[in-house]
């Protein structure tokens, strides 16, 4: 096609005709991600270009399309996307303006990779789970997300065969399961997931309610899913399919907004597991494995733990992790509780052997602290035991 005939093409047509022009995968990509930020930004392509042109010679105007530009990349950024997803918004977004006559400049120092929104904290998750109890949803969401560390992109493929035992069984308060990363290069890489009480019990409210909506529960239908048709914040929510990972990372962080705290994310939620996890002992090696993280060590490459031998470690280290200050005191009471027992059983096995009083000075000793450390707990939060 001529320069000419160029010319008399529309903005829509001139962009079609370059996609035609490159490689049918990166035209799929450049495509799908120029189509997705006119859905964001509530533009038509040619409304794009009218408002370049009406700017184009005032620099301020211009640094604030830089700055929607950057504020749309860094809402990929929360949402778990790594980089590959920013890079080709500004390709195509580059691509476009090129071929319609016009050169942008992104200002990509602005973008700091994986710096994201800030860690959150016990206290504000707790308040978000109170906070709006006619959003099940986004609450559920939340919880796994705080428990999990899983990100949003693979907390929305969650399907009922990876939950089951939550549903069969009402009495269980932690679960673990495998599923494949879905942001990664490598199809082979799994995650080994877990949940405890918080997650759990959030997860169930939300379940009830997705219920009433008499949607598929099969082992292959997903768990999160909408339950209305409208226009989301990443794609058009169909009723009954899976929710979309952008609509999930918008409905988390427009919960938070509404608390009043404009800084934390999905992407939050992981920051604030993975930290309490490891602060709490939990090694990094596990931790990657949980999450289904790059394995960058020989030591995490010959890490092989399974589901269950996980959710073993994780009840160890959850105390730490749950939000909720009565079910944190009533696992370390019970803990408290179980030493006890060992060391009575120990203390019955002593004195069958009819060891000195030395030996059974000190056992007892033992087993006084800690009914003295379980004591104190009581005492300290009275309405917490």
Known sequence: MGLKDRENLSADQRWETALDELSPSTARTYRREFNEFLAWAEETSQGLIGYWIDIKDDSDKMMNLNDHIISYIHELTEAGFMGGKQNSVICALKKFYKVNGFNIIINQKSMVKGEGARPAKAEEIWEAFKYDVSRPKATAIIAVSKDSGLRVSDIVRIKFKHIQPIIDYPDLEFHGWQMPVHKTRSKRRQALPCLGIDGVTQLRTWLKVRGEYNLPTGKDDYVFVNTKNMNGAGKKCVLGERMDERNASWMIKKVFQKMGINDLSSNSLRKFNTTTLSLSGMSEALVKAMHGKNQ?????????????????????????????????????????????????????????????????????????QREERTTWEQIKNPSKT
């Open 296 to 368: 960058g060590s020989s030591e995490d490459h010959y890490l092989k733990a399974t589901a269950p031998q996980m959710l073993e470690v994780y009840k160890e280290h959850y105390h730490s992790l749950s939000v909720d200050e009565n079910t944190e005191m009533a696992i370390r009471t019970k803990k408290l509780e179980d030493e006890n027992e060992v060391l009575k059983e120990k203390l019955m096995s002593l004195e069958a052997n009819q060891l000195t009083p030395e030996m059974h000075a000190f056992v007892r000793q033992g087993m006084r």
